[in-house]
């Protein structure tokens, strides 16, 4: 079983930065393909970035340029660097896992109860 906890939301005013951290523990074989989700209120669940084993990342059109996916293998933890906040950002972020790796597609197995992030204008 894998756990993964997510932390580093916050509210920031538009044009600021958040670095959201996500900590994995439990069967490490799961980690073919790691990512982050957000959700807004009223609006489903949308794939923000994705980084594969080799490292190779993937960022959706709506935050390429302004987030940053990392991780840290040594000590499983998941990164997302937000730059350039919008208020249109504002959503609860899920980090999430999966054992396949990315060129399989990304369907997680795994998800992080999530953490608030709040963009005022």
């Known amino acids: 079983q894998v756990q993964l906890v997510e932390s580093g939301g916050g509210s920031v005013q538009a044009g600021g930065s958040l670095t959201l951290s996500c900590a994995a523990s439990g069967a490490p074989a799961n980690d073919g393909c790691v990512g982050w989700f957000r959700q807004a209120p009223g609006k489903g669940r949308e794939e923000i970035a994705r980084i594969a084993k080799s490292g190779r990342s993937t960022l959706a059109d709506s935050v390429k340029g302004r987030f940053t996916i990392s991780k840290d293998s040594t000590t499983n933890t998941l990164y997302l660097q937000m730059d350039s906040l919008k208020p249109e950002d504002s959503a609860t972020y899920y980090c999430?896992?999966?054992?396949?790796?990315?060129?399989?597609?990304?369907?997680?197995?795994?998800w992080g109860q999530g953490t608030q992030v709040t963009v005022s204008s």
């Open positions: 999430a896992t999966q054992r396949l790796l990315c060129a399989y597609g990304f369907r997680p197995n795994y």
